[in-house]
Nanobody, 125 residues
Framework: VQLQASGGGLVQAGGSLRLSCVDP????????LGWFRQAPGKEREFVAT???????YYADSVKGRFTASRDGAKNTVSLQMNSLEPEDTAVYYC????????????????????WGQGTQVTVSS
């Protein structure tokens, strides 16, 4: 049972990055898939989630700048990040939440059962 996140890197403020999280075993097709991030010295926080039914929800801090989506055929969930700010610097994690139904929004860390390894995003000013 594994999620594999990738796509992080170093970008200047105002730039863009696209993160991807792959479910190679097709294990999480009926799960909600979410993105979280953890900056140095801070707690891990919710960023975005996509339910198995395609409903999307964002944290206020990224709304209008980030777009989350999932591709069932490719078993991936992506996070397109535009207009990046230095405050977006963090390790980004993808996660899967089981038994949530197709439309239920889950934003708490405890609601997610499986986690990817994280990918570093650094935004320079």
């Amino acid at each position: 049972v594994q999620l594999q996140a990738s796509g992080g890197g170093l970008v200047q403020a105002g730039g863009s990055l696209r993160l991807s999280c792959v479910d190679p075993g097709r294990t999480f097709s009926s799960y909600a898939l979410g993105w979280f991030r953890q900056a140095p010295g801070k707690e891990r926080e919710f960023v975005a989630t996509v339910t198995s039914g395609g409903r999307v929800y964002y944290a206020d801090s990224v709304k209008g700048r980030f777009t989350a989506s999932r591709d069932g055929a490719k078993n991936t969930v992506s996070l397109q990040m535009n207009s990046l700010e230095p405050e977006d610097t963090a390790v980004y994690y993808c996660a899967a939440a089981r038994n949530q139904g197709s439309l239920r929004i889950v934003t708490s860390l405890s609601g997610y059962n499986y986690w990817g390894q994280g990918t570093q995003v650094t935004v320079s000013s």
